[in-house]
């Protein structure tokens, strides 16, 4: 009775330490897989939160190409909706509306810069009214006002132009002409305004004064208030 009574209380005791262990591996797993849950949730939120992030990268990638598109699509319509009125102002002065007999005018003046030099391709475009009947001639000439030193200064045809040219560019012309030459300026010299004088054989001398940079820029057309020679 007593070795009987011995083997169930050690029966007992081993069930009561089976039945800790197994509560405390129980207790030790069930944390276990709730930080797996929550690393999961985490992982699919970190990869949501990256595939967010690509699309607005690529949707701003596509914006900047619409909007760089669109600027330069702007852009040049500018330069179209430019050359029109370029164009428009030609004309309506080559046609000369209900004006009977003008003047000579300046009509257009351009800059292109000489790669790797000092030198400038400049040009002129003449124009008088088309219901004139006879020629026009006489001579254009350039200076180029600008700095040097610090100081405002003006160099004159004699110094820009070629010496084949010296008296000036000749032309000859019923309607309209565009005269090209080529001007050279000193390396230490700052141009800011051209200066264009337009000496016809028989009438008042037509002057006009560009702006260097709106020269280069594009073509510079006359503009309300300009004086016409009157042969």
């Not at 701003?60 to 598109?69: E, H, L, S, W």
């Not at 430019?82 to 000579?104: K, P, W």
């Not at 790669?115 to 026009?136: C, E, F, G, M, Y």
């Not at 565009?178 to 305004?193: K, W």
Request: proline share 4%.
């Amino acid at each position: 009775m007593l070795w009987l009574g011995l083997a169930w209380l050690g029966s007992v005791l081993l069930v009561a330490v089976i039945v800790a262990l197994a509560v405390g591996a129980w207790k030790g797993v069930v944390p276990h897989l709730a930080d797996r849950r929550a690393q999961r949730a985490l992982t699919a939120e970190n990869d949501d939160l990256k595939q967010q992030v690509a699309n607005l990268q690529r949707s701003q990638q596509v914006t900047d190409i619409a909007t760089k598109a669109l600027r330069q699509t702007i852009s040049q319509r500018d330069e179209e909706i430019n050359g029109l009125r370029a164009d428009l102002s030609f004309y309506s002065r080559l046609v000369g509306g209900d004006a009977q007999r003008e003047g000579m005018k300046v009509q257009e003046v351009s800059l292109q810069p000489v790669p790797h030099s000092q030198a400038w391709n400049l040009t002129v475009s003449l124009t008088q009214n088309i219901k004139r009947d006879d020629d026009t001639s006489g001579t254009l000439s350039v200076s180029v006002e600008g700095l040097r030193d610090n100081k405002v200064m003006q160099l004159d045809w004699a110094t820009l132009g070629d010496a084949a040219e010296k008296d000036g560019i000749p032309f000859r012309f019923r309607y309209f002409q565009q005269l090209h030459t080529t001007i050279a300026l000193p390396s230490d010299f700052r141009p800011t305004r051209l200066h264009v004088t337009v000496q016809p054989e028989n009438g008042d001398a037509v002057s006009r004064a560009v702006g260097w940079s709106d020269a280069l820029a594009s073509p510079v057309t006359t503009n309300q208030g300009d004086t016409d020679a009157q042969p």
